[in-house]
């Protein structure tokens, strides 16, 4: 027997609890699918050492609720995980959203009745809910990834992975630890666990440029402006092109005298957080000489940093210039590998070979361990919905529909999967924009859209495939000119994804502000480009 609802929503991180305040809003019976045994999403999942915001806490806060933002205090410029999870049960309590929330339950299939038009899904342990709309809140970084290396299975100490990280603590003292990826999560975990474990041998394929995060407590003067001026973050953020509080200097760096641009990039290093990254110049991510200058002076403090000038060279990025891909928010990360437990191994020159019982094989080694921790990423931004059986018109399921990588429009639908929509699908400015910000806003144009149909008495809605495919070649396009486009190993381009999708941009990288404007146009167009019936 499937129980029946207006909506259902897969997914209780920041979007599907946000989706599901506003669908209640609407008057709309609606019942979240949530795998995880708690609430959170991608913070109930990333609860490893170290885990924090690479967003200042109140620019990522929700924006809806006055009472929400004079009530919570955040206690860190960037809080911890354990503090955003408290935060979202805090949201969810206060709105009495857990009634709705079926815990434990992971959709295996999402299949669409031609005739009925209504949506049936079916959790892995047998729960089945029919409704008429799906909104897929899967997150852009929700399918972990563990590397194929021979003998993964076979290790006989402790393995975890960052994205699925134990609710218990997990004590490393003593431990012979090794931690294979040097990405955001890595550098958390490796700058954190440092001092505490016997020893603990980082494995890195590509080292990445490192910022300062610059995190510390909010003062009690601070917490009152912040609180004061929170709209006006918001609103900052919706004008920025990255969707982040960092506004660039509007003058392209190269019309800058040199003297100026070094003292600027001084200040920003100092700021923290993504400041050096989005508060730059405006031409930051298309000039070649400003992202080279801006590497050449993060590699002099590398080397100012580690004592061993052989590791620091290891650590100075050589296959990407600046701002090419998300850079880590470190504290302390580079002087961890001055400390007599810690060893760098570059993959690059040394590959692993395999996963032994005891330890990791590379080309000249046996490193002998006790943990292994992957902080290796993500099947990024269509993993989740990969995998996921969703079906279609006609049986037709996604993983057809994206054999030669996503098409969307808008990044919130898919031709052939009527009133099925992504909140953060593929195709969204999510490659920069403030998470919250942005799942904000499309929330909002998702449920406005039901409204829409309520109002006018439609049914369903589907994109054409022709807005679909110029949505996609746009996406495409925006990425062309940028720097990224040069650097496609990383996750905006799907590098760690199954094959079929390698080297598609599956982002749009026209900026926060466009992205807006489209979606307001469109919706203002009566949902130009979609079917309504
Ligand atoms: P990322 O940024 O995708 O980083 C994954 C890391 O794992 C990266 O250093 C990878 O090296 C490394 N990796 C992946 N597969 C392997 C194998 N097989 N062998 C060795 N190393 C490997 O994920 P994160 O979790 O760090 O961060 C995700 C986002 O979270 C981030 O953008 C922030 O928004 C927060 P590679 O670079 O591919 O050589």
């Known amino acids: 027997m499937s129980q029946e609802f207006d909506v259902i929503v897969i997914g209780a991180g920041v979007s599907g609890l946000y989706s599901l305040y506003k669908l209640r809003e609407l008057g709309l019976s609606a019942r979240v699918f949530e795998a995880g045994t708690g609430i959170g999403g991608t913070w109930y999942w990333n609860r490893y050492p170290g885990a924090r915001f690479d967003s ?52 295996a299939t999402a299949v669409y009745d031609d005739v009925e038009k209504t949506w049936e899904i079916e959790t892995t342990n047998g729960v089945r809910a029919r409704a008429r709309f799906v909104i897929a809140a899967t997150g852009l970084l929700s399918a972990h990834q563990f590397p194929d290396y021979p003998g993964v299975e076979s290790f006989a100490g402790r393995a975890l992975h960052s994205a699925r ?77 990255a969707g982040f509080i960092h506004d660039p200097d509007p003058r392209a760096g190269v019309d800058v005298p040199k003297a100026e641009r070094l003292k600027r990039y001084q200040e920003l290093y100092d700021r923290g957080g993504f400041a050096l990254w989005l508060g730059n110049y405006s031409d930051s991510f298309t000039s070649r000489l400003v992202a080279d200058e801006v590497a050449e002076v993060l590699a002099a403090k590398i080397r100012a940093r580690v004592k061993d000038p052989a590791t620091a060279e290891k650590l100075i990025p050589k296959s990407h210039t600046f701002g090419t891909k998300r850079c880590p928010g470190e504290k302390n990360y580079y002087e961890t590998f001055n400390r007599d437990n810690v060893s760098l191994v570059d993959l690059r020159a040394t590959p692993i070979t395999r996963i032994t019982p005891t330890g990791i094989e590379t080309g000249d080694a046996t490193h002998e361990l ?15 919905l990969m995998r996921i059986d969703i079906r279609g018109e ?73 807005a679909e495919a110029a949505w996609t070649e746009r996406c495409y396009k925006s990425a062309k000119g940028l720097l990224i486009d040069d650097m496609q190993d990383s996750w905006f381009f799907g590098s760690t994804n199954p094959a079929n999708i390698r080297g598609r941009f599956l982002l749009f990288a026209g900026g926060v502000p466009a992205y807006r404007e489209i979606f307001a146009d469109v919706a203002a167009k009566g949902y130009e480009g979609f079917d309504l019936s």
């Open 56 to 107: 200042e806490s109140y620019s990522y806060q929700y924006s809806f609720s006055q009472e929400v933002i004079d009530e919570w205090e955040w206690t860190e410029h960037f809080s911890g995980q354990p503090e955003i999870e408290r935060y979202l049960h805090y949201v969810a309590d206060k709105f009495d959203l857990k009634r709705d929330i079926e815990l434990n339950a992971r959709i």
């Open 165 to 241: 990280w134990p609710k218990e603590t997990i004590d490393f003292s003593g431990k012979r630890v090794g931690v294979i990826g040097s990405g955001p999560t890595a550098v958390q975990i490796i700058q954190s666990i440092a001092p505490e474990v016997d020893h603990l041998t980082v494995f890195q394929r590509t080292a990445n440029w490192c910022t300062p995060l610059r995190n510390r407590p909010i003062t009690t003067a601070e917490q009152k402006e912040l609180k004061q001026k929170a709209h006006q973050i918001f609103d900052l953020c919706k004008r920025t092109w």
């Open 370 to 384: 006790d943990v292994i921790i992957y902080a290796t990423g993500f099947h990024s931004v269509t993993g989740e």
């Open 394 to 466: 006609r049986g037709v399921s996604l993983q057809e529909h994206w054999s030669d990588g996503p098409k969307t429009n808008l990044g919130v639908q898919f031709s052939g999967f009527p009133n099925f929509f992504a909140v953060m699908g593929p195709h969204n400015p999510a490659l920069f924009c403030n998470i919250t910000r942005c799942a904000e806003s499309n929330v909002e144009w998702i449920i406005g859209c039901i409204r829409y149909m309520r109002e006018h008495g439609f049914e369903t809605i589907k994109t054409t495939t022709e």
